[in-house]
């Protein structure tokens, strides 16, 4: 691992996160919203997040929309199934791109392609986020799904 990203998961206290990576949740609102589905959540959350060449965000899914901002690092590479099938993939930190949203609903998968690269972002969840509101995709069920970005599935599933 990068000794640059073995520094900040000491000094910003970052954890495992059950997606790939690690983070540390930085700010919850205490202002309380209703969603459309009738839950109660905070406001807005916000982490930070580090991935690493050899730890990628595996595909999964949120019901809140989900603001990427990119702080430091190599490029960072978002890739984002909408619910119609149509795949996109937002560079970060490469030009002059360091922000991107992913819409509720989506399966997204992050990953850093430079070899011992890594980066920092933050996540900012609106509504909050909440371990309830998140879903792991399995390779099978996005495969099933849609099959014509089964490559791109299978390299970023666990």
């Known amino acids: ?3 640059e ?3 900040l998961i000491a000094a910003l206290r970052l ?4 997606e790939g990576g690690w983070y540390r949740e930085t700010y919850r609102s205490a202002d309380r919203v209703t969603t459309q589905h009738g839950t ?3 406001a807005t959350t916000a982490i930070y997040f580090l991935l690493t060449s050899a730890a990628f965000s595996t595909f999964h899914r949120l019901s809140s929309d989900e603001t990427w901002h990119f702080y430091r690092g190599d490029p960072i590479a ?4 909408s619910p119609s099938g149509a795949h996109t993939r937002r560079i970060l930190g490469s030009g002059d791109d360091f ?3 992913i819409p509720a609903g989506a399966h997204f998968a992050a990953h850093v392609d430079a070899p011992d690269g890594y980066a920092l972002v933050g996540c900012d969840v609106a509504p909050g986020f909440e371990f309830a509101d998140f879903a792991l995709t399995t ?5 099933a ?3 014509q970005h089964g490559p791109l599935i299978a390299r970023y599933t666990r």
């Open 40 to 42: 109660v959540r905070s």
């Open 5 to 7: 990203a073995q520094r």
């Open 15 to 18: 954890q495992p996160h059950p």
């Open 1 to 3: 691992m990068h000794p």
């Open 145 to 147: 799904a849609y099959p």
């Open 99 to 101: 922000q991107t949203t």
């Open 78 to 81: 978002v890739e984002i199934i």
């Open 139 to 143: 390779r099978s069920m996005l495969t």
